[in-house]
């Protein structure tokens, strides 16, 4: 028998899915809350979960140094996996993306803390909001429920899953355990220069405006690429996206007059998952594989 606290976080979470048929021991005086309908909570106990009270986490962050001086320059495309910018000169994106990082994880660790105080083994139904602060910057805030097994064997760290209490139940019958969500993060920045005036004047023909897919498909591969090296991190074998985001805005030019550049980013985010019985990934077995979900929405 695996001691509490012993377990890593994807060999953790599946001894506690898989002793969850254990009878839980009561917590006298306690009253739970949960975001939970009534068919997520008959899920998750049916697979031998409980909830124990609803967590939240929010970081609010300013975002005043994003790295970028400058012009960026006109930035082309060797191959679909390598762009290079034209000029040496043109700035960095890294430190914003180091900050929306840190937002989001910072949110995610308080809301693990709150789950941690109650008992908890994980958290079921995360919904990550960024939205603009009254006072300036950017609010990132975390909700979920933390739930518990009816087990003895405690996971090392808490677990975190987007998914729905149905859909957290049929991942368990399936053979697999959430690990913990996954982020993707990509930013890529673009000059608006004369050859992309002239491709889209007033009266243009339809056509496309390649200089625009190289740059939103750029980022979007790269945020992907950064979703699946933060799976690997944890341990998961896959991740199952939840949401992708795409944004694309426009700024004055700081180095000349009467122009534009275009910043596109993008964000994945999803949980990564791992199957019941193993704790650690082979040496040179292939990268996680990305999911997709499936349903539309109505």
């Excluded at 006109?74 to 043109?90: G, I, K, L």
């Excluded at 900050?99 to 789950?115: D, K, N």
């Excluded at 995360?126 to 003895?152: K, Y």
């Excluded at 990934?281 to 999911?291: D, E």
Aim: hydrophobic residues 40%.
């Amino acid at each position: 028998m695996t001691r509490p606290g012993s377990a890593g976080p994807a060999a953790g979470a599946a001894g506690a899915a898989a002793g969850a048929g254990g009878s839980a021991t009561p917590r006298a005086g306690t009253t739970w809350d949960s975001a939970l309908s009534s068919e997520e909570f008959a899920a998750i106990g049916g697979v031998g979960f409980e909830p124990v009270g609803q967590v939240l986490g929010t970081a609010v962050f300013t975002i005043g140094y994003t790295g970028i001086w400058g012009c960026p320059g006109n930035w082309a495309v060797t191959d679909d996996n390598n762009p290079v910018p034209s000029s040496r000169w043109a700035s960095s994106l890294s430190q914003l993306v180091r900050t929306m990082y840190a937002a989001r994880r910072s949110a995610l660790a308080r809301a693990v803390a709150e789950c941690g105080a109650l008992g908890g083994d994980g958290i079921v139904g995360v919904d990550l909001q960024v939205c603009e602060f009254p006072a300036g910057g950017l609010e990132f805030t975390v909700r979920g429920t933390a739930v518990r097994a009816r087990s003895r064997i405690r996971p090392r760290a808490p677990f975190t899953s987007h998914l729905s209490g149905q859909d957290f139940a049929g991942l368990i019958h399936a053979g697999w355990v959430p690990v913990a969500l996954a982020f993707g993060v990509a930013f890529a920045i673009r000059h608006d220069d004369w050859r992309t005036s002239f491709r889209i004047p007033f009266a243009a023909r339809n056509q496309e405006v390649d200089c625009y897919t190289r740059l939103i498909g750029h980022v979007r591969r790269e945020a992907r690429k950064q979703l699946v090296l933060d799976t690997q991190k944890h341990g998961g074998d896959g991740v199952v996206v939840d949401d992708l985001q795409l944004k694309v805005g426009e700024s004055d030019c700081p180095s000349y007059g009467s122009t534009r550049d275009l910043t596109a980013e993008a964000v994945f985010v999803g949980t990564s998952i791992a199957r019941f019985g193993r704790s650690e990934r082979p040496a040179g077995t292939r990268p996680p594989l990305t999911i997709m979900r499936l349903e539309r929405e109505s």
